[in-house]
């Protein structure tokens, strides 16, 4: 389908997603529709933490290092686009009645 990006996500297992964290794909779908995945490309290189690469695998099921940095570069690009509704509303009532808001 034209104007999405290519499935490079594994699918999830089956635990429930944290309602603040975004998906993988709706990043990459926002990063496509801004045109940012499209054009000339750039060579990125880096040497990263075992640990860390390997949490973010796992975390997002991406195999590939260019890929999984696609999608991390995808996240800082699009951040202030994603919206948070469902974390904005999961916030309701959680400041306790007895804290002093005043400054």
């Known amino acids: 389908m034209p104007g999405t990006p290519k499935n490079k996500i594994a699918p999830r297992s089956s635990s429930p997603p944290s309602p603040n964290r975004r998906k993988p794909e709706d990043v990459l779908v926002i990063a496509e ?26 975390r997002t099921g991406i195999q590939s290092d260019t890929d999984l940095l696609e999608l991390a570069l995808a996240s800082l690009a699009v951040s202030d686009d994603y919206p948070y509704p469902e974390w904005l509303l999961s916030r309701k009532r959680t400041v306790r009645p007895d804290m002093d808001l005043e400054f």
Do not use: H, Q, Y
């Open 33 to 58: 529709e801004k045109d940012l995945l499209r054009g000339a490309t750039k060579i990125v290189r880096g040497r990263m933490p075992a640990a860390l690469v390997n949490k973010a695998k796992a």
